[in-house]
């Protein structure tokens, strides 16, 4: 599975291209010549993803039932404005203009990459984003990380944390 990992500030130029920074290069060198899907996010920001890893997500997607309603809704929503880009031979992305207008996108933008995706924010909203980091940043963690799993799937009672 792909990790990515690290905070970059970019550009775009007129054309809405913008220039990989060299630490996320690297980590992409293995998938990138497959290819990426862009899409929106589920808050307003787009999402990059390698193609193998779309892949995976849209086979999940594909076991959905389609005679739900709720389902077919959420595929629709999922799927629209994704697009399949390439990496242009000087390092470069073209960003589609419908997913730069959804994000907000005009300049300056952050890639935030973790796990196997790249978020791609316009810089204001992200900024904006992490400068609301909540008040207590240990209770949220205590509440999204209180409980693990080991490998049986038996629930792990962590200590309370004051």
Same mark, same amino acid.
């Given at each position: 599975?792909?990790r990515? *990992?690290g ?5 775009l130029?007129?054309? /809405?291209?913008f220039? *990989?920074p ?8 293995p ?5 990426f899907?862009? !899409?929106? /996010?589920?808050?307003q ?10 892949? =995976? ?16 809704? %959420? &595929?629709?929503?999922?799927?629209? /404005? +994704?697009?399949e ?15 730069? $207008? ?6 300056e *933008?952050?890639? %935030?990459?973790? =796990?196997?995706?790249?978020? &791609?924010?316009?810089?204001e909203?992200?900024d904006?984003l992490?400068s609301? $980091? ?5 209770? *949220? +963690? ?6 693990? =799993? !080991? ?12």
């Amino acid at each position: 599975m792909i990790r990515f *990992l690290g905070e970059y500030d970019c550009k775009l130029d007129p054309k /809405g291209r913008f220039m *990989l920074p060299a630490g996320l290069k690297k980590q992409l060198l293995p998938v990138a010549q497959e290819g990426f899907v862009v !899409n929106r /996010g589920f808050e307003q920001h787009c999402v990059l993803y390698p193609v193998q890893e779309w892949e =995976l997500i849209t086979t999940e997607i594909n076991k959905l039932n389609q005679y739900i309603k709720q389902n077919r809704d %959420f &595929v629709r929503y999922f799927y629209r /404005g +994704a697009t399949e880009i390439t990496m242009d031979g000087n390092g470069r992305l073209h960003l589609p203009r419908r997913i730069m $207008e959804y994000a907000g996108i005009e300049k300056e *933008l952050v890639l %935030f990459a973790y =796990l196997n995706k790249i978020e &791609v924010w316009a810089k204001e909203k992200y900024d904006g984003l992490i400068s609301s $980091e909540p008040d207590d940043f240990s209770r *949220l +963690a205590e509440d999204v990380m209180g409980k693990i =799993l !080991n490998k049986d799937d038996h629930d792990i009672e962590q200590p309370d944390i004051p």
